[in-house]
């Protein structure tokens, strides 16, 4: 047997920051930010591009993601590295695309290509833009896929959906600019699949415990086990299961909380088993 030394943490001071984003509320918008490293540009384009990251912003916001009662915001940040490959007659693009939700969610995409002439608006449905905006749409869709999972037993899967549907038809559509699609639609069925379920489960678990705290802390630590177990056998079968360990690196802390000033020490050693920071933090150790 091992035992875990405990430590004393107030719960509600931890889980505060969190809570915040797991109760309902009444906004329900996507709240873009949106940066651009215009550096690598020439010094004429750089000029040109100054404005872009706005006008994407302004694209995210004024378009209607979901109809869904989510309740709070949901924040999806962007980052366009550019590089220049215009040619006489064309301003091209290709981009380094980091995609975020600030959090547990991360995408990074070094295979974008677009046009985009500068000065013109980002719109819906413009057949010239679509390189452009079905790279914004895919990564939207999957940061309402990771969200909401969240919020119920795979929720997310008709945000994860779309992202496959557009996907599928750029593979073929965008002629020029189909570079990066095949890899986009493999990421996207991972997503989908069976295979990934279990974590897709364990997420749902998670915050549905998170959402418990300080009303009902038994159950809320009932279900945040649950997610442990299910995040124990993924990590057991794959250690370097990027998904998971990205969750664990965001919310490590308010899981550990959740735990800390319990009586029942077997949760958080069987997590301090497959992740060598909790197993510092808690200083795991022969009985």
């Keep these: 047997m091992k035992a875990v030394q405990k430590l004393?943490?107030?719960?509600?001071?931890?889980?505060?920051?969190?809570?915040?984003?797991?109760m309902p509320a009444?906004?329900?918008?996507i709240v873009p930010r949106v940066?651009?490293?215009?550096?690598?540009?020439?010094?004429?384009?750089?000029?040109?591009?100054?404005?872009?990251?706005?006008?994407?912003?302004?694209y995210i916001?004024?378009?209607?993601?979901?109809?869904?009662?989510?309740?709070?915001?949901?924040?999806?940040?962007?980052?366009?590295?550019l590089q220049d490959n215009s040619t006489s007659s064309e301003e091209r693009y290709s981009v380094n695309l980091l995609v975020s939700n600030g959090a547990d969610l991360q995408y990074?995409?070094?295979?974008?290509?677009?046009?985009?002439?500068?000065?013109?608006?980002?719109?819906?449905?413009?057949?010239?833009?679509?390189?452009?905006?079905?790279?914004?749409?895919?990564?939207?869709?999957?940061?309402?896929?990771?969200?909401f999972d969240k919020r119920g037993t795979l929720e997310g899967t008709p945000f994860y959906e779309k992202a496959r549907d557009i996907a599928q038809h750029a593979r073929y559509g965008l002629g020029r600019f189909v570079e990066g699609w095949d890899l986009r639609e493999?990421?996207?069925?991972q997503l989908l699949s069976d295979a990934h379920r279990p974590f897709r489960?364990?997420?749902?678990?998670?915050?549905?415990?998170?959402?418990?705290?300080?009303?009902?802390?038994?159950?809320?630590?009932?279900?945040?086990?649950?997610?442990?177990?299910?995040?124990?056998k993924i990590l057991t079968e794959d250690p370097k299961n990027d998904h998971a360990n990205k969750f664990l690196d965001a919310h490590r802390r308010e899981?550990?909380?959740?735990?800390?000033?319990?009586?029942?020490?077997?949760?958080?050693?069987?997590?301090?088993?497959v992740d060598s920071v909790t197993a510092k933090v808690f200083k795991v150790a022969p009985e």
């Design 8 to 22: 004393v943490v107030p719960l509600a001071v931890l889980l505060a920051s969190v809570m915040i984003g797991v």
């Design 26 to 29: 009444s906004a329900q918008k």
């Design 35 to 58: 940066k651009t490293i215009l550096h690598t540009l020439p010094l004429e384009k750089q000029e040109w591009m100054r404005d872009f990251h706005e006008r994407v912003e302004n």
């Design 61 to 81: 916001r004024a378009r209607d993601w979901h109809d869904k009662n989510y309740g709070g915001e949901i924040h999806v940040y962007m980052e366009f590295l």
């Design 108 to 147: 990074f995409d070094k295979r974008g290509r677009f046009k985009y002439t500068h000065g013109e608006q980002i719109t819906v449905n413009d057949p010239e833009q679509l390189p452009l905006t079905n790279l914004i749409d895919f990564y939207v869709y999957l940061i309402l896929g990771g969200e």
């Design 186 to 189: 493999k990421l996207v069925k």
């Design 201 to 232: 489960e364990m997420v749902d678990y998670y915050f549905y415990g998170l959402s418990l705290v300080g009303e009902d802390d038994a159950q809320a630590r009932k279900y945040c086990a649950e997610a442990v177990n299910l995040l124990v």
């Design 255 to 273: 899981l550990i909380a959740v735990f800390a000033n319990s009586p029942d020490s077997v949760v958080l050693e069987r997590l301090a088993k």
